[in-house]
Structure formats: C-alpha cells, structure tokens
T-cell receptor, first 112, second 112 residues
Framework: EDKVVQSPLSLVVHEGDTVTLNCSYE??????LLWYKQEKKAPTFLFML??SGIEKKSGRLSSILDKKELFSILNITATQTGDSAVYLC????????????WGAGTKLIIKP | NAGVMQNPRHLVRRRGQEARLRCSPM?????VYWYRQLPEEGLKFMVY????????ESGMPKERFSAEFPKEGPSILRIQQVVRGDSAAYFC??????????FGPGTRLTVL
C-alpha cells in the first residue's frame, strides 16, 4: 500500500533556529513530491520536486529530494513566528489518476 | 485571477440533514479535487473530477456521498443524511494540469 510518512509529528523551536522536516515515502511509480504549508486555513503550495539532488529554494525555505532513499527534507533557516504551521508532504504516483497521497503533517511551533 | 472559492465557509447541520458544499475552481482550471481533513489528521483524498466527469472517486464513501462538476457552475460535494462523524473540514483544490493543486479556504462542517 502506498504511504507517506512525515517526521517529526510536531516540533517546537525558538525564533532564529533552523529546522529540518522529513518526508519518506513508499509509492509505486513515483512521479513527484510536493510540500504545502497549512496555517488556520487551506494549504498553500511551497515546492514540487521531481528530480533527485536538485535543491529548490524560496527565501528561507529549501527542499531536496532523494529518490534512491525515498525521502525529502524541507529546511527552514532563521525561523520566524510566522513560520508556525503544519507542513504537509504529498506524493503523486504515475497512473494514479492524479491522486496525491498525503502525509499526516509536521506541526511546527516557533516560540518568540 | 481569483483563487479557488468555496462556500459556505461554515455549515452546521443536524443529523439526518443534507449538506451541500460548493467549489469554484480557479479560472482556467478544469481539474477539481475534494479532500476531507479530520481534526489533527492529514488530508484524505475523496474524489477527483474534470468537467462533467468523475475520474476517481476511490476515496469517497460509497453511501451518502456524491460529487459533481457540471459544465456550467461550481463543483458540488453532497452529503446526504449527515452523521456526527461527517464533521470535518472539506477542502477543494483545482489545477490546470495534473499536479500543483491550489486549495480553497475550506468548508467546516459541523453536525449536531
């Protein structure tokens, strides 16, 4: 059965710290991996990764995919209280009718 | 370009009533997805539709739930004879292509 596992489930750090969120997957015929940020509303798109080893970067956020070891990490440097959210990872498999398989999310809390 | 719109934002129903949730995709998007999110849980795929067609409804309960995406107008997720366990946030997402889904603000359904 296809599955996506995120760790840790929750994380509390102080402003300015760097955090690394993990997403591992077991999916038949992997196509892409996506990261979303969810605050008290709908998830917002962060990154889509399809190739191993190519880092995607947006401001203080970056992400990379390892298709050999079947995982991705999301890094946030110099964290701010506005980074507090649930970070969701989703994987699409080819031939899946475009259905995304979602992880349970990592709840990140940034303390001032 | 307005984002994905959902209404109502909050819906309260008594057990046994019907709930109708509406989703208007972003302009130019012909793919619509419905997800359910229970408290403290990740997003669960329900159904994927293109205009006038249900492509994948494997995540949707076979009874009481139905979805449509007519040629004109919004996509509708319909829940008949609601029960307390249907209480959740229901998110709609749309995409112009197969991945990179954009989410609406969600409808929070409360069943009394």
């Amino acid at each position: 059965e296809d599955k996506v596992v995120q760790s840790p489930l929750s994380l509390v750090v102080h402003e300015g710290d760097t955090v690394t969120l993990n997403c591992s997957y077991e999916v038949t015929n992997f196509r892409s991996l996506l990261w979303y940020k969810q605050e008290k509303k709908a998830p917002t798109f962060l990154f889509m990764l399809t190739s191993s080893g190519i880092e995607k970067k947006s401001g203080r956020l970056s992400s990379i995919l390892d298709k050999k070891e079947l995982f991705s990490i999301l890094n946030i440097t110099a964290t701010q209280t506005g980074d507090s959210a649930v970070y969701l990872c989703a994987v699409e498999a080819m031939g899946s009718n475009y259905q995304l398989i979602w992880g349970a999310g990592t709840k990140l809390i940034i303390k001032p | 370009n307005a984002g994905v719109m959902q209404n109502p934002r909050h819906l309260v129903r008594r057990r046994g009533q019907e709930a109708r949730l509406r989703c208007s995709p972003m302009k130019g998007h012909s793919h619509v997805y419905w997800y359910r999110q229970l408290p403290e849980e990740g997003l669960k795929f329900m159904v994927y539709l293109q205009k006038e067609n249900i492509i994948d409804e494997s995540g949707m309960p076979k009874e009481r739930f139905s979805a449509e995406f007519p040629k004109e107008g919004p996509s509708i997720l319909r829940i008949q004879q609601v029960v307390r366990g249907d209480s959740a946030a229901y998110f709609c997402a749309s995409s112009p292509e197969r991945t990179k889904q954009f989410f609406g603000p969600g409808t929070r359904l409360t069943v009394l």
